[in-house]
T-cell receptor, first 113, second 116 residues
Framework: GDSVTQMEGPVTLSEEAFLTINCTYTATGYPSLFWYVQYPGEGLQLLLKATKADDKGSNKGFEATYRKETTSFHLEKGSVQVSDSAVYFCALSDRFTGNQFYFGTGTSLTVIP | GAVVSQHPSWVICKSGTSVKIECRSLDFQATTMFWYRQFPKQSLMLMATSNEGSKATYEQGVEKDKFLINHASLTLSTLTVTSAHPEDSSFYIC????????????FGPGTRLTVL
């Protein structure tokens, strides 16, 4: 069945450091891929998405490229800020399974000044 | 973008009482909504899929008599935790499927339930 495997945290970085959070997936069909961010005590917010192979999603300095050959959707940011501290979830939506969402386990990021 | 609200944002109740959580799509009609449960420092667990005008579809292991879901209109789904117990304490998040043609879901801000 469909699944998402996400790099385990927690991750602690200094401000302006480079961030990579790994995400790989297994899917029956051709899924859409998402990164969601959850700030403390809040719900999930869509950070970025990609709907087909080689698409690059980007938002607020974050990027992720849909790599079909490696079934990956790694999240990157060149220079993190303290305000990026949050939990990041990789997810997929697969039309073959009725667009049900499958989430990774989440990666907690803490950025220190 | 589409907005989904939840009410209340947090609730504290006594063991044995029932609690109703509302999920509303504010600026679009949602034929399908989803209810998730999130334990501390863990991912979201899909509890059930709620379809407007029909019975909800529950995931394996979720007690449908304990977690009653009603989706009576295209903008409102409710989750009622019946006879709540401390182990039901959790963060409950709803989402609504985007209007036709999109594979996205829009998430509510979540409801923190604490059962004493």
């Amino acid at each position: 069945g469909d699944s998402v495997t996400q790099m385990e945290g927690p991750v602690t970085l200094s401000e302006e450091a480079f961030l990579t959070i790994n995400c790989t997936y297994t899917a029956t069909g051709y899924p859409s891929l998402f990164w969601y961010v959850q700030y403390p005590g809040e719900g999930l917010q869509l950070l970025l998405k990609a709907t087909k192979a080689d698409d690059k999603g980007s938002n607020k300095g974050f990027e992720a490229t849909y790599r079909k050959e490696t079934t990956s959707f790694h999240l990157e940011k060149g220079s993190v800020q303290v305000s990026d501290s949050a939990v990041y979830f990789c997810a997929l939506s697969d039309r073959f399974t009725g667009n049900q969402f499958y989430f990774g386990t989440g990666t907690s990021l803490t950025v220190i000044p | 973008g589409a907005v989904v609200s939840q009410h209340p944002s947090w609730v504290i109740c006594k063991s044995g009482t029932s609690v109703k959580i509302e999920c509303r799509s504010l600026d679009f009609q949602a034929t399908t909504m989803f209810w998730y449960r999130q334990f501390p420092k863990q991912s979201l667990m899909l509890m059930a899929t709620s379809n407007e005008g029909s019975k909800a579809t529950y995931e394996q292991g979720v007690e449908k008599d304990k977690f009653l879901i009603n989706h009576a209109s295209l903008t409102l789904s409710t989750l009622t935790v019946t006879s709540a117990h401390p182990e039901d304490s959790s963060f409950y998040i709803c989402s609504a499927r985007a209007p036709q043609g999109s594979d996205e879901q829009f998430f509510g801000p979540g409801t923190r339930l604490t059962v004493l």
